[in-house]
């Protein structure tokens, strides 16, 4: 706002008249709003992820005992890589190497129980299929904790025994387990609990019926 004075003066009267002239300026302001993108990229964990990972697996057939004395030998290892889609509750499929160790006492062999028991390895290509949900998220799904089941289908790729020269043909080609699983999402990283239980005999043999397996795994991974 400005403020001016003009003086006039009545030279025939010698009055002089003073007047005040005001001026108003008016500013107009304009708020606007905008809203921003996400960040090119930004991936939604809760959507869709795939993973890889690796662990460690214990394996043994239903009924025997834990060899106390020399774990290790039933020690195995897996990788493996999977896709998971889907919100709180999700689906899940992967495929792994599972590379398994195991004791087991075959019937009519040997002549003391030593000369009986032996450790046979075998290798598989494995498909879980899984359903979970998310027991406890973040806000974008990135970090949870996690509690699946599902079954899972082992095909035997390989194989090998001391004594017992195992064969092929008494080691089945495929075999099912039902999954239960306890997960971890750390960000972009992951630790899997899995206990793999033996719905079909590992082993085809005359007189042996305890070839379900029972298998404890652990494995660390990263999901992108």
Do not use: C, W
Request: hydrophobic fraction near 35%; glycine fraction near 14%.
């Amino acid at each position: 706002m400005g403020s001016g004075t003009s003086t006039a003066t009545d030279v025939n009267n010698g009055s002089t008249n003073v007047g005040t002239t005001t001026t108003t300026t008016t500013s107009t302001y304009s708020n606007q709003t905008t809203a921003s993108a996400a960040p090119y990229g930004t991936k939604d964990y809760k959507n869709f992820a795939f993973g890889i990972y690796a662990g460690l697996n214990n394996t043994r057939f239903r009924g025997e005992s834990i060899d106390a004395a020399n774990p290790a030998g039933r020690l195995g290892y897996q990788l493996g890589l999977f896709v998971r889609g889907g919100g709180r509750v999700y689906g899940q499929i992967g495929a792994e190497y599972f590379a398994s160790s195991s004791f087991y006492f075959r019937p009519g062999d040997g002549q003391s129980i030593a000369a009986i028991n032996d450790q046979i390895n075998v290798q598989y290509i494995q498909i879980p299929v899984y359903i979970g949900v998310k027991l406890v998220e973040s806000d974008r799904g990135i970090s949870a904790v996690r509690l699946q089941g599902g079954v899972e289908y082992a095909n035997r790729v390989g194989e090998n025994t001391g004594q017992f020269r195992t064969t092929k043909q008494e080691i089945k080609g495929g075999s099912f387990n039902a999954l239960g699983q306890l997960g971890f999402d750390f960000g972009p990283f992951l630790i899997d609990l899995t206990y793999h239980h033996g719905l079909t005999q590992a082993i085809q043999l005359t007189g042996f019926s305890g070839s379900y397996r029972r298998i404890l795994s652990a494995s660390v991974g990263f999901k992108f």
